[in-house]
């Protein structure tokens, strides 16, 4: 079995964190699915492929978002911190591939820098123009990982806790978009939460590492079912892949399949979600 590492807790910002961290924090998360809805709408994604998907989703933002995540955290003490962001955030929407994926980082991002305008006012020297820039160019609006790197760091949060407030949120969502999918129950939802949270809270793994031991199972205490994502991830499970959280900074797109079911949620005809 994998020895859990220890996490020291970011304490005097402890408060702040659980708010990010709350599913009532209003900056309109939950209208997004992760492309969990058309993967179910276009029989792509079934009930025993949701603990699948959600690791594969992770596993994506890892490799996709924590690089811009860092990036932005390192510019943000530059002097010439304004023209590295504008430029991260046009990198930004060059790195996400498709239109929903690119929509919903934008529209969290935001309304995520609007509120924290209000209701944090030390992040306003930075974030105000970005979310000023946006109105004005809607194309140009600022990015989530942007916006909450600079959030967390103007409020003297570590690095640390900045990547695992991207992660744990985006697993609360996929899980909260499964639920409203009628793809898991209530009580199945917080067992899958349960089930990945140890990645978000016993540290980093060596790049290339494989997952804990209790995740050679399902979340559930079953193998890991077949369904639609089975064949392509045989040679992943039990050896699911997840990759160090800390020091990478380049962008990288590790599951095109993914890609490819977020980016036909426009084709949709009827949606719940935006993207």
């Known amino acids: 079995a994998v020895a ?3 996490m020291a807790v970011d304490a005097p910002n402890l408060a702040v964190i659980i ?14 699915s992760f492309g969990f809805e058309a993967a ?3 029989d792509a994604l079934s009930r025993g492929d949701v603990p ?6 992770l596993q994506q933002q890892m490799k996709l978002t924590l690089p811009l995540l860092r990036r932005a955290w390192d510019a943000t003490t530059t002097a010439a911190s304004m023209d590295a962001l504008l430029d991260l955030n046009a990198l930004a929407s060059a790195t996400l591939a498709n239109s929903p994926a690119i929509r919903a980082s934008q529209r969290q991002g935001a309304a995520l820098a609007r509120l924290a305008i209000e209701v944090f006012p030390a992040t306003a020297t930075l974030l105000k123009p970005l979310w000023e820039r946006g109105v004005r160019v809607p194309l140009e609006a600022p990015h989530l990982p942007c916006v909450l790197a600079i959030l967390c760091r103007t409020m003297g949060m570590t690095l640390d806790a900045a990547e695992r407030i991207m992660l744990y949120t985006t697993l609360r969502d996929c899980v909260s978009a499964a639920i409203r999918l009628d793809l898991l129950g209530p009580i199945g939802g917080a067992k899958l939460t349960a089930f990945y949270s140890p990645l978000l809270t016993q540290g980093a793994r060596a790049e290339g590492a494989a997952s804990p031991e209790h995740m050679h199972e399902g979340p559930f205490g079953d193998a890991w079912p077949p369904g639609a994502f089975q064949d392509a991830w ?10 160090a959280l800390h020091g990478d900074m380049a962008s990288k797109q590790c599951d095109p399949v993914l890609d490819i079911l977020q980016g036909q949620h ?5 949606r719940l979600f935006l993207s």
Do not use: M
């Open 4 to 6: 859990p590492a220890k």
């Open 19 to 32: 708010q990010l961290c709350d599913a009532s924090f209003p900056i309109g998360s939950f209208a997004h």
């Open 40 to 42: 179910k709408e276009t």
């Open 52 to 57: 699948e998907f959600v690791a594969r989703t």
């Open 234 to 243: 045989e040679a992943d499970v039990p050896q699911v892949r997840w990759p």
């Open 266 to 270: 426009d084709t949709l005809y009827s």
